[in-house]
């Protein structure tokens, strides 16, 4: 067994691997590029080793570098995690040439999978059902486009040398196709340095299902199991399960022993995943072959007990399968839910800052928190946005369901714009409760998961009023400790008067909504009047950021975290964010009113869409913009005319950069 390895990789994955490594007794190093000189999975390593700036291909993609920082510190063999270079055969090439065990596949099998096309010839040579479709050498727009057309649309145009959603587009109509070719190749190439494509018909309402598979090198393989994948947000998964639901043992074995099948055919070791595109009626389809461990492992490991990465390890120093495909057994029900720095409700744009609070569920038997970050933090806008993946088991699914969603209520964090509330819907969801899942869940369940905007709940107001005195009576108390007069009544923030109670008034902003909170001290409660209706409330401080609130003969706990002017309250398992209205802060009129489209995020423009003059409607595509290594596509905000672009395709724009001049219709 191998004494010390290096990580080839960052965030939550790194710190999943060290952790392993550490219950083994194995020394391990981490690398970092200047962007994550603080992170977590660096203050977790034994040792850590600077590879460059921040742009990827500078740092975690610099195999030359990762390499000689194995040799210096003396490391046996590099694990590639997940992404950046863990599918890269010249990279698990150079290893071996280097004296270095890759903990992974020979470069061989990563070689015949790397390529969707040749996969694909390659399995139907196995006899593994593939999918109707089009994956040879020939990549002129016209001649895919016949193709398309020959399949009969819907299709799917994916990135041969593609994964993890990106480089893919569905096209429902043959006038469309020319546009999404051209954004998939764009995306190809960035992403995996490849723009090389190929198209399959489209499954109507199919289901992702996945098989994990495991080789030694002794010529044993087996399938730990299938995970459904099928809730996704574009072609990226947000919620898996294990087993699948309505799997039968038959479908089981056949899925299990075509995979196994794959594996062999390319002389498969290590982690991998075979992932099927699967009709409701139970027929499935090989769609590709993942040459690494797969981000939902967790779900695999509580479902069998075993822990993956110890088996790769393990397999890795030359030991054959820990077990047979007899001795596996699937115990009780699993899900992943990854939690990402995102809005749902703008397209799952992502979000960055730091991470001023972050309060996971408690970890147990039944819950598990794997992440990369911890409180105080950065999301950056260089790497992706994935803060954790939240992980429950129970005996049966309905039990982990449940178990999910009060873990979900149970998280708490603020200082940038999460996923978390929109879990919670989604796994309450009637469709996605009754297993009624196929990959446009999310797409078909969306007036219930992306609800109209709602007047924030008066008991959010009222818990934002107490929170707001006791965090004042708090810091009166520390500012009057730390002066010369402790006992100074005027350090006091009780509301006390001689003849009267005092009163006063909180603002809070709601989007453009201004809402006043009317406070009356008393001597030992406070009156708290909203829109009219008054409320007798009482407070106390607990531990952290959490408060008990009593509201007339009810009582609720409560959280709120301050971020600037911002106020993020939780409660009732959901997330509320108010903007603390000052009146003595004023504020210049006017802004973003001119007429311009702002960056979301810091970015790449990759493309413009329209001519300065142009006149567009509502909703038209202006630009694309590259971040965080997907594309998003800039609309116009209400139909007017394109005055003038800011930058040219190519250049990098800055957080809030004012992207065109646009003029809206009278």
């Not at 598979?213 to 730990?224: I, K, S, W």
């Not at 459904?228 to 639901?245: F, G, I, M, N, Y």
């Amino acid at each position: 067994m191998f004494t010390k390895i290096l990580i080839a990789n960052r965030g939550e994955i790194a710190c999943r691997v060290i952790k392993t490594a550490r219950r083994m007794g194995i020394r391990t190093v981490a690398v970092y590029s200047e962007a994550d000189a603080d992170a977590r999975h660096v203050r977790l390593a034994d040792e850590a080793v600077l590879l460059g700036p921040a742009a990827a291909r500078e740092s975690y993609l610099a195999a030359g570098k990762i390499i000689a920082a194995a040799r210096e510190t003396g490391a046996q063999a590099i694990h590639p995690g997940y992404g950046f270079l863990s599918e890269n055969e010249d990279f698990a090439e150079a290893c071996a040439a280097s004296g270095l065990v890759f903990i992974g596949p020979p470069a061989s099998a990563i070689r015949a999978m790397g390529s969707k096309s040749a996969a694909k010839s390659l399995m139907e040579k196995a006899g593994v059902p593939l999918t109707p479709g089009y994956h040879g050498d020939n990549q002129e727009p016209a001649f895919l486009k016949e193709q398309a057309d020959a399949i009969g649309y819907p299709v799917l145009i994916k990135a041969s040398a593609g994964g993890g959603g990106k480089g893919m587009r569905l096209v429902e109509r043959g006038e469309d196709f020319a546009a999404a070719l051209a954004s998939c190749q764009r995306e190809a190439a960035s992403s995996f340095g490849d723009e090389k494509v190929l198209v399959e018909k489209y499954i109507t309402r199919p289901r992702h299902i996945e098989i994990q598979v495991f080789g030694d090198t002794q010529g044993n393989c087996v399938y730990l199991f299938e995970r459904d994948c099928s809730v996704q947000r574009r072609h990226q998964k947000v919620l898996e399960e294990a087993p699948a639901p309505g799997m039968t043992p038959e479908r089981r074995r056949q899925m299990g022993e075509a995979a196994v099948a794959a594996a062999q055919a390319v002389g498969y070791v290590g982690a991998g995943t075979v992932e099927f595109i699967a009709n409701q009626d139970g027929s499935f389809y090989f769609m590709e072959m993942n040459t690494r461990l797969q981000v939902e492992h967790p779900v695999t490991e509580m479902i069998t007990g075993q822990d993956l990465v110890e088996w790769q390890l393990r397999v890795a120093s030359g030991e054959p399968l820990p077990l047979s495909q007899d001795q596996l057994q699937i115990r009780g029900h699993a899900l992943e839910a990854r939690v990402y720095a995102e809005d749902a409700a703008k397209g799952f744009l992502p979000s960055t800052g730091r991470l001023v609070s972050q309060v996971p569920p408690a970890e147990s038997l039944n819950v598990r928190v794997d992440t990369g970050v911890d409180e105080g933090d950065e999301i950056t806008p260089h790497y992706d946005p994935m803060i954790a993946k939240l992980i429950v088991w129970d005996e049966h699914r309905d039990a982990a369901l449940a178990r999910l969603r009060r873990a979900l209520a149970d998280y708490r964090v603020a200082g940038v714009t999460t996923n978390i509330d929109f879990l919670s819907r989604l796994v309450a969801c009637p469709a996605f409760a009754g297993a009624d899942l196929d990959t446009g869940l999310i797409e078909r369940q969306r007036d219930f998961l992306f609800p109209a905007p709602q007047p924030v709940p008066r008991d959010v107001l009222l818990v934002a009023a107490v929170g707001e005195i006791l965090w004042e009576q708090h810091a009166a108390r520390l500012a009057a400790k730390a002066s010369g007069d402790p006992w100074s009544p005027w350090h006091a923030r009780d509301g006390w008067r001689m003849n009267l109670s005092a009163a006063r008034t909180l603002s809070f902003r709601d989007g453009d909504s201004l809402i006043e909170v009317q406070v009356r001290y008393g001597r030992d409660a406070w009156q708290l009047a909203v829109h009219g209706e008054t409320t007798v409330a009482r407070g106390k401080n607990l531990d952290g950021d959490r408060f008990a609130v009593e509201l007339d003969n009810r009582r609720l706990i409560a959280s709120l975290v301050a971020v600037e002017d911002k106020r993020h309250i939780f409660l009732n398992g959901a997330t509320h964010v108010l903007l603390r209205d000052d009146p003595l802060h004023l504020v210049e009129a006017g802004g973003a009113q001119g007429g311009g489209l702002s960056a979301p995020m810091p970015g790449k423009i990759v493309a413009l869409l329209a001519q300065p003059g142009q006149t567009v409607e509502k909703g038209a595509p202006l630009l694309i913009l590259e971040a965080m290594k997907m594309e998003h596509t800039i609309t116009a905000p209400a139909s007017g005319t394109v005055r003038a672009f800011c930058f040219a395709a190519g250049e990098q724009v800055a957080d809030g950069a004012a992207l065109l001049e646009f003029e809206s219709a009278k």
